[in-house]
């Protein structure tokens, strides 16, 4: 068992009447530094603000890094899914070609023949995309010759593949092959006509094409190549699109489109809102009602007829680019909702203790607008018109989808959706890139305005 | 009631009628000739069409004439296809619009207000990531990419059982009307899910559904009478809104599956630049959406009595 000791006077210390009982613990924060801390600890905001800022930089300072022209097509590389450096022989102009059978047959003897496999099948040159060449050993029988080409080894006559072509003619025992080819391999089977029918029997060549480029086209690339040469081809990080234009440089371009309006838009018309909307809510009574009334038939206007109608107005026709037109239309038909929020609060805050207690003392309109309601109002802004820009973007998205925003040869992630469209079946990443640029930029502006509500909002301090 | 009623009705007529003056005197100071093509050759012939459009009187009488045609529902008869009126139009085009989107409200609300609740029920577990995740993807993607998307989907799945278990494209049957329908909803349900969420979090722990659940009450029935049906309430508020968005959604569908709705008629006439079509479908547009606005309006008026008080 434990005994403690008696408890002795020195024990004890005594409080000293200075102590500060009134010392403020933690630093004081302000209103913005408090939000920012907020802001910080929200994981998800803050990866959507990283990503907000990528995508301007992607959009805005990308196209000094990525120097491709987003105009510049090539028709060799069209509809191409994305790849990186690409090496192609410069060959020679096209020239016209063709080869026929030197070898005089006597007509009896033809008839009297059989129809057979044609032999020696061989390329002349060298098979590049630009252009194979194919020649073979005439056939006694035949009247002509059937073209077809194949990228899998045909097992029988049904497999041929796609008719390219044919020959109508005993000695027309060549076949020049221009027709959208890719550095890969080809089979190339000939079937014999006799009279108008098919011969049941065929020949097949095996064709590794390469990928080539002729001598005029490789010159805009680079003045020394020659003939014969190896040419380092750019790459295509994103593919290309229909017309072999540059997905990426691309992507740039039409982002500093949809990032122009969908950020220019929302600032102007939330300004416009909140002028409007706090006068009415500043002077209130018969001004308030006048000017609210107003706002509501704007906002019972159906929007996107007005916006299309606008657009007509404006004397842009459709197949004309008319970003201008566009954004006027934005902010023209959306500045109620902002003015609606920013009127509310403003009658809320006129109501404040603090606000009356200025009024009180003696302050003008002027400072309590600037002094009080402002620096109050800021947050709801400012959360307002995060939340406004995936609503903008989306807008230009949709208007420039069914050909009545920004149209070709400008680019904007809508109207390359629109374009993709078209491919979607064949070669997906011609929507899939754009889209996909839309739906990151909404999603972080969404997310990064939920973030910001969160630290904003006063109401949910108190909780905290 | 009655005069809460009134009032919006009246509301309502005065909108559409100063739609009606916008849209008219709009599309009359628009640059351009609507006679300049290949149709009026000679003088004669452009006066005579100029006569029989009632384009040779004065801006204010025709405008008279314009709304009295209005008043009775004629929308006048376009300019580029020949002796079609827009009424004929609207007969032809307008019922498969109205069905692909009542088909497409139905799946958003009850897809809205079913996942909503659910997220809301598993609050903070992984039925509420899982959904919300979705939900979130469906605000943050464009409508079009849905639809391509669909298409794609249907396409592969064709391919997979080898045989045309639903079409890609056009209009006709039950299926066909489908995935559009989805599509055209799906943007709309996330949106209402999230809503639904929010409103279904304040009604969970409230005292009457604490009361409920210490009667003994089963969990499924606390579910459905209690708290559904009072979270579902700001749901209606938004329906009209949501019903211009589903409306304006529809061209993009339209245009996609190849549906022949008034969506697209729409979209052609502004890329015909056809003048007349476009008033009348502007104007007929705006007064089904005010309508609509209006219906809803009214009948959350009869559903939440605080409305009523507050009018």
Same mark, same amino acid.
């Given at each position: 068992?434990?005994?403690?000791?008696?408890?002795? $006077?020195?024990?004890?210390?005594?409080?000293?009447?200075?102590?500060?009982?009134?010392?403020?613990?933690?630093?004081?924060?302000?209103?913005?530094?408090?939000?920012?801390?907020?802001?910080?600890?929200?994981?998800?905001?803050?990866?959507?603000?990283?990503?907000?800022?990528?995508?301007?930089?992607?959009?805005?300072?990308?196209?000094?890094?990525?120097?491709?022209?987003?105009?510049?097509?090539?028709?060799?590389?069209?509809?191409?899914?994305?790849? *990186?450096?690409?090496?192609?022989?410069? #060959?020679?102009? &096209?020239?016209?070609?063709?080869? $026929?059978?030197?070898?005089?047959?006597?007509?009896?003897?033809?008839?009297?023949?059989?129809?057979?496999?044609?032999?020696?099948?061989?390329?002349?040159?060298?098979?590049?995309?630009?252009?194979?060449?194919?020649?073979?050993?005439?056939?006694?029988?035949?009247?002509? &010759?059937?073209?077809?080409?194949?990228?899998?080894?045909?097992?029988?006559? /049904?497999?041929?593949?796609?008719?390219?072509?044919?020959? /109508?003619?005993?000695?027309?025992?060549?076949?020049?092959?221009?027709?959208?080819?890719?550095?890969?391999?080809?089979? &190339?089977?000939?079937?014999?006509? $006799?009279?108008?029918?098919?011969?049941?029997?065929?020949?097949?060549?095996?064709?590794?094409?390469?990928?080539?480029?002729?001598?005029?086209?490789?010159?805009?690339?680079?003045?020394?190549?020659?003939?014969?040469?190896?040419?380092?081809?750019?790459?295509?990080?994103?593919?290309?699109?229909?017309?072999?234009?540059?997905?990426?440089?691309?992507?740039?371009?039409?982002?500093?489109?949809?990032?122009?309006?969908?950020?220019?838009?929302?600032?102007?018309?939330?300004?416009?809102?909140?002028?409007?909307?706090?006068?009415?809510?500043?002077?209130?009574?018969?001004?308030? @009602?006048?000017?609210?009334?107003?706002?509501?038939?704007?906002?019972?206007?159906?929007?996107?007829?007005?916006?299309?109608?606008?657009?007509?107005?404006?004397?842009?026709?459709?197949?004309?680019?008319?970003?201008?037109?566009?954004?006027?239309?934005?902010?023209?038909?959306?500045?109620?909702?902002?003015?609606?929020?920013?009127?509310?609060?403003?009658?809320? *805050?006129? $109501?404040?203790?603090?606000?009356?207690?200025?009024?009180?003392?003696?302050?003008?309109?002027?400072?309590?607008?600037?002094?009080?309601?402002?620096? /109050?109002?800021?947050?709801?802004? #400012?959360?307002?018109?995060? @939340?406004?820009?995936? &609503?903008? @973007?989306?807008?230009?998205?949709?208007?420039?989808?069914?050909?009545?925003?920004?149209?070709?040869?400008?680019?904007?992630?809508?109207?390359?959706?629109?374009?993709?469209?078209?491919?979607?079946?064949?070669?997906?990443?011609?929507?899939?890139?754009?889209?996909?640029?839309?739906?990151?930029?909404?999603?972080?502006?969404?997310?990064?305005?939920?973030?910001?509500?969160?630290?904003?909002?006063?109401?949910?301090?108190?909780?905290? | 009631?009655?005069?809460?009623?009134?009032?919006?009705?009246?509301?309502?007529?005065?909108?559409?009628?100063?739609?009606?003056?916008?849209?008219?005197?709009?599309?009359?100071?628009?640059?351009?000739?609507?006679?300049?093509?290949?149709?009026?050759?000679?003088?004669?012939?452009?006066?005579?069409?100029?006569?029989?459009?009632?384009?040779?009187?004065?801006?204010?009488?025709?405008?008279?004439?314009?709304?009295?045609?209005?008043?009775?529902?004629?929308?006048?008869?376009?300019?580029?296809?020949?002796?079609?009126?827009?009424?004929?139009?609207?007969?032809?085009?307008?019922?498969?619009?109205?069905?692909?989107?009542?088909?497409?409200?139905?799946?958003?609300?009850?897809?809205?207000?079913?996942?909503?609740?659910?997220?809301?029920?598993?609050?903070?577990?992984?039925?509420?990531?899982?959904?919300?995740?979705?939900?979130?993807?469906?605000?943050?993607?464009?409508?079009?990419?849905?639809?391509?998307?669909?298409?794609?989907?249907?396409?592969?799945?064709?391919?997979?059982?080898?045989?045309?278990?639903?079409?890609?494209?056009?209009?006709?049957?039950?299926?066909?009307?489908?995935?559009?329908?989805?599509?055209?909803?799906?943007?709309?349900?996330?949106?209402?899910?999230?809503?639904?969420?929010?409103?279904?979090?304040?009604?969970?722990?409230?005292?009457?559904?604490?009361?409920?659940?210490?009667?003994?009450?089963?969990?499924?029935?606390?579910?459905?009478?209690?708290?559904?049906?009072?979270?579902?309430?700001?749901?209606?508020?938004?329906?009209?809104?949501?019903?211009?968005?589903?409306?304006?959604?529809?061209?993009?569908?339209?245009?996609?599956?190849?549906?022949?709705?008034?969506?697209?008629?729409?979209?052609?006439?502004?890329?015909?630049?056809?003048?007349?079509?476009?008033?009348?479908?502007?104007?007929?547009?705006?007064?089904?959406?005010?309508?609509?606005?209006?219906?809803?309006?009214?009948?959350?008026?009869?559903?939440?009595?605080?409305?009523?008080?507050?009018?």
């Amino acid at each position: 068992m434990k005994v403690f000791p008696p408890v002795q $006077e020195n024990d004890f210390e005594k409080v000293s009447h200075e102590r500060e009982t009134q010392s403020i613990l933690r630093p004081s924060l302000s209103y913005w530094q408090d939000a920012w801390r907020r802001l910080k600890i929200n994981k998800r905001a803050i990866v959507s603000l990283w990503a907000v800022i990528l995508l301007m930089a992607f959009s805005f300072v990308g196209p000094y890094i990525w120097t491709v022209s987003p105009s510049e097509q090539d028709l060799d590389l069209t509809s191409k899914g994305p790849f *990186l450096g690409k090496e192609a022989l410069v #060959i020679a102009d &096209y020239e016209p070609w063709h080869h $026929e059978s030197e070898r005089y047959v006597d007509p009896s003897l033809r008839e009297a023949a059989e129809l057979q496999s044609p032999e020696n099948l061989k390329v002349f040159g060298v098979p590049s995309t630009q252009v194979v060449r194919i020649q073979w050993d005439a056939v006694l029988a035949s009247d002509g &010759y059937s073209v077809y080409r194949s990228e899998s080894r045909p097992e029988n006559i /049904n497999e041929l593949g796609l008719p390219i072509g044919e020959t /109508n003619s005993f000695y027309k025992v060549s076949y020049e092959d221009r027709l959208k080819l890719s550095a890969k391999k080809y089979y &190339y089977s000939i079937v014999p006509v $006799e009279g108008f029918n098919e011969g049941d029997v065929f020949s097949t060549l095996e064709v590794d094409v390469k990928q080539a480029i002729v001598l005029t086209e490789a010159l805009k690339i680079n003045s020394h190549i020659k003939s014969g040469e190896i040419l380092e081809l750019k790459a295509r990080p994103m593919g290309t699109d229909y017309l072999g234009r540059d997905m990426l440089s691309r992507l740039m371009a039409g982002g500093r489109v949809s990032l122009f309006i969908g950020l220019l838009a929302p600032l102007l018309y939330v300004l416009i809102g909140m002028l409007y909307g706090g006068m009415a809510g500043f002077l209130g009574g018969k001004i308030d @009602i006048l000017l609210m009334r107003f706002a509501d038939f704007v906002v019972g206007l159906p929007f996107l007829l007005m916006m299309i109608l606008f657009r007509i107005v404006s004397g842009v026709g459709p197949g004309e680019s008319g970003i201008m037109p566009m954004l006027m239309a934005l902010v023209l038909f959306s500045w109620p909702s902002t003015a609606r929020l920013v009127r509310g609060q403003v009658l809320q *805050l006129k $109501e404040e203790a603090y606000v009356q207690a200025s009024r009180l003392l003696g302050a003008k309109s002027f400072y309590l607008v600037f002094r009080h309601l402002l620096p /109050n109002l800021m947050g709801v802004i #400012i959360v307002n018109l995060t @939340i406004s820009i995936p &609503y903008a @973007i989306f807008t230009e998205a949709f208007l420039s989808f069914i050909g009545m925003g920004v149209v070709p040869p400008t680019p904007s992630w809508g109207s390359m959706c629109n374009e993709g469209m078209k491919t979607l079946l064949s070669h997906p990443h011609e929507l899939l890139f754009p889209a996909l640029m839309i739906s990151v930029t909404t999603l972080a502006f969404n997310l990064l305005g939920d973030g910001l509500r969160d630290a904003l909002d006063a109401r949910m301090r108190s909780r905290e | 009631m009655l005069r809460y009623v009134l009032k919006r009705i009246l509301a309502s007529l005065l909108t559409i009628f100063f739609v009606a003056t916008a849209t008219f005197f709009v599309m009359h100071m628009v640059p351009g000739d609507p006679l300049a093509d290949t149709k009026a050759t000679t003088p004669e012939i452009r006066a005579q069409l100029m006569e029989s459009y009632g384009l040779d009187k004065p801006l204010w009488e025709q405008y008279k004439i314009y709304l009295k045609n209005m008043a009775q529902g004629d929308f006048g008869v376009s300019y580029t296809q020949k002796n079609r009126s827009v009424n004929n139009i609207l007969k032809e085009h307008f019922p498969v619009s109205a069905i692909l989107g009542v088909l497409a409200l139905i799946f958003a609300t009850l897809g809205g207000v079913l996942w909503g609740a659910l997220t809301a029920l598993y609050r903070n577990k992984w039925p509420d990531y899982v959904i919300m995740f979705f939900v979130i993807l469906g605000i943050s993607v464009p409508n079009f990419v849905f639809a391509g998307l669909g298409q794609l989907l249907i396409l592969k799945v064709n391919a997979f059982f080898g045989y045309e278990v639903m079409p890609v494209l056009g209009w006709g049957t039950f299926l066909h009307m489908l995935m559009p329908a989805l599509v055209l909803g799906l943007g709309t349900m996330a949106f209402l899910s999230r809503l639904m969420r929010s409103s279904m979090l304040e009604v969970v722990n409230t005292e009457y559904v604490r009361t409920a659940r210490s009667k003994g009450l089963g969990q499924f029935r606390i579910f459905w009478a209690h708290q559904l049906r009072n979270a579902v309430l700001p749901i209606v508020t938004v329906l009209g809104p949501q019903i211009a968005a589903i409306t304006t959604g529809g061209f993009v569908v339209e245009y996609v599956f190849g549906i022949p709705g008034l969506g697209r008629s729409f979209v052609t006439a502004v890329h015909q630049l056809d003048y007349t079509v476009i008033m009348g479908l502007t104007v007929f547009y705006s007064a089904f959406l005010i309508l609509m606005i209006m219906v809803v309006d009214i009948v959350y008026g009869f559903i939440d009595p605080r409305i009523r008080v507050e009018a």
